[in-house]
């Protein structure tokens, strides 16, 4: 019987780790920014991430929900998962038309009404993040963040 490894991970290397992996920190910059805007948006009754799903949906128009899930980066079932509470709050709409190969998804007239009330809490929590971070820093960190996603999709 070969010999037991050290089953304890180098604390050293662990910390090293957490300073530079990419996933950790690209993770751990997403709540910071979830959290100020989940903040911001929260007196609108809605949740960035659900913000977020509303805005891909109205710059759609009527989309389908592949589409919907590239253009958010999320997988379709953790997107229908996200989708149903907006749907069930009558902001959306998920048609499944049969004979379509996807179901396509469409802001109702509240989800319009309720989008455009939270327009105003949004401009904030982007001007408050903008205005701590620096505007010129911000769009070069756009630019990158664009870029990453390239990147990762180039495989």
């Known amino acids: 019987m070969p010999a037991k490894k050290n089953t304890k991970p180098d604390k050293r290397i662990l910390a090293e780790a957490a300073r530079v992996c990419a996933c950790f920190n690209f993770r751990k910059a997403s709540r910071a920014v979830t959290q100020l805007f989940d903040s911001m948006l929260q007196p609108g009754g809605l ?22 899930a590239r253009m958010l ?5 953790t997107l ?4 149903q509470p907006l749907a069930r709050e009558g902001l959306l709409r998920i048609s499944d038309t049969r004979g379509e190969r996807a179901s396509s998804v469409k802001l109702t ?14 401009e904030m929590a982007q001007g408050a993040f903008v205005r701590r971070l620096g505007g010129r ?4 960190m756009l630019e990158d963040l664009n870029r990453v996603v390239s990147v ?3 495989g």
């Open 47 to 68: 949740r960035s991430t659900q913000f977020v799903i509303l805005v891909a949906v109205a710059v759609e128009g009527s989309a389908k929900l592949p589409g919907l």
């Open 73 to 77: 980066n999320v997988d379709r079932s």
């Open 80 to 83: 229908t998962r996200n989708l």
């Open 109 to 122: 007239p509240k989800g319009e009404r309720v989008l455009a009330s939270m327009v105003p809490l949004w």
């Open 137 to 140: 820093r911000w769009r070069t």
């Open 152 to 154: 990762v999709h180039e």
